[in-house]
């Protein structure tokens, strides 16, 4: 097994809270990432700490050839670490890859209307796969990732 870590920053023309809430609730990142068309089955629940725990499965889809298809199943679970600022989401897929983003959220610069601070979105990846699929892992998450940043700040902007 391999494990990958890269970190990514980027603005965003909203509130840290407002981000924060955005991607606090699951069925919010169909589309954020490209790849992910469905997010079923949340529960909710509280850990030991007092902090708020999601489990939810998401769909991500890769296209094969044409009309081909594969949907991967995604086994994910979400604790939102730091309310308004910290978020932390560990993902299980059936090909023994396992994703672990930790995103913070912290104020920068001037929204969008100029009327309060916008946000440092900072999200550190950690990619843990078997070394056969590095390579295409490695390069499938930096292009979701460039995605979502690009589609977050766009949602946030309006």
């Known amino acids: 097994m391999r494990t990958e870590t890269f970190t990514d920053r980027f603005p965003v023309g909203a509130s840290p809270r407002r981000v924060y809430d955005h991607l606090a609730e699951?069925?919010?990142?169909?589309?954020?990432?490209p790849l992910i068309v469905a997010v079923?089955?949340?529960?909710?629940?509280?850990d030991a700490a007092g902090r708020a725990v999601l489990r939810y499965v998401a769909v991500e889809r890769f296209r094969i050839v044409g009309p081909l298809r594969y949907d991967n199943i995604l086994q994910v679970r979400q604790?939102?670490?730091?309310?308004?600022?910290?978020?932390v989401v560990e993902v299980r897929s059936?090909?023994?890859?396992?994703?672990?983003?930790?995103?913070?959220?912290?104020?920068?610069?001037?929204d969008s209307e100029a009327t309060g601070t916008g946000s440092a979105v900072t999200i550190t990846i950690t990619?843990?796969?078997?070394?056969?699929?590095r390579s295409?892992?490695?390069?499938?998450?930096?292009?979701?990732?460039?995605?979502?940043?690009?589609?977050?700040?766009?949602r946030m902007s309006g």
Not at 79 to 85: D, I, L, S, V
Not at 95 to 109: L, Q, T, Y
Not at 138 to 148: D, E, F, G, Y
């Open 136 to 154: 295409y892992v490695v390069r499938t998450a930096k292009w979701v990732q460039l995605v979502r940043a690009r589609t977050l700040a766009e």
């Open 127 to 133: 990619l843990t796969m078997p070394t056969i699929l």
């Open 26 to 33: 699951p069925t919010n990142h169909i589309g954020l990432s």
């Open 79 to 87: 604790t939102n670490t730091e309310p308004g600022r910290q978020l």
């Open 40 to 46: 079923r089955d949340i529960e909710r629940e509280t």
């Open 94 to 110: 059936p090909a023994r890859v396992s994703v672990r983003f930790v995103i913070e959220m912290e104020p920068f610069g001037m």
